[in-house]
């Protein structure tokens, strides 16, 4: 499969994704001793990527920590069209999600960086910090595999005007241009949601 090429030269996707990986962990005083240094290395980037950034670290920066914690709970594991697991996107809690996660910790492996079992190798987090510092071929057709997900998400934190919702539109200004078939299936994932199934991802161990 041939993928169009990101909308960036490879410096510039290394400090986008390295930003807004940082930008979307669960915040905590290490964050907030960063954010001065995200907001430097975010302004070296154009606009369409550096603003969004620029907006997630002026809201981070305005918060209080223990507000932003509860916050960042209730965002991001309570809401289905908030999921930060890119897999969850198009399969919801089913056995075939189990598949596709095997699928990125082999293209982990492929570049030899292994995850631990704290994390799920598909939690957006990793993913561009993957594609960040370790592999941007491979770590840019994991993001890009998982557009539809991905930009379902850049919607629904922009419509709950959420303070990440900049980070996430950051990495999308990182893609091409969507195609028609790709705003497609945004439209369905959008209208008909992750897909559910009774039994769940026993596959992959640790899958949640």
């Known amino acids: 499969m041939k993928y169009p090429a990101p909308a960036l030269p490879a410096e510039q996707l290394t400090i986008a994704w390295q930003s807004a990986s940082l930008l979307l962990d669960y915040p905590d005083e290490s964050l907030l001793d960063r954010l001065s ?7 070296t ?3 369409v990527v550096a603003e969004p950034l620029a907006g997630t670290v002026a809201q981070l920066a305005a918060g209080n920590l223990q507000e932003l914690q509860a916050r960042y709970v209730e965002t991001f594991d309570n809401r289905r069209r908030h999921n930060l697991y890119l897999t969850y996107f198009a399969h ?26 704290s994390e799920l190798p598909d939690h957006l987090c990793v993913v561009l910090e993957y594609a960040a510092t370790v592999d941007q071929k491979l770590g840019y057709r994991l993001l890009l595999d998982h557009r539809a997900g991905l930009e379902l998400l850049r919607v629904a934190l922009a419509e709950a005007d959420s303070p990440w919702s900049g980070a996430v539109r950051a990495v999308t200004a990182t893609f091409p241009p969507l195609r028609g078939d790709e705003r497609d299936a945004i439209a369905r994932l959008a209208a008909e949601g992750p897909p559910q199934e009774e039994v769940g991802l026993q596959p992959y161990p640790g899958a949640r």
């Open 45 to 47: 980037l154009p606009a």
């Open 37 to 43: 240094f995200i907001d430097r290395a975010a302004s």
């Open 92 to 117: 919801g809690d089913t056995r075939r999600r189990g598949v596709a996660l095997l699928r990125f910790k082999q293209s982990y492996l492929r570049s030899g960086f292994v995850l631990d079992d």
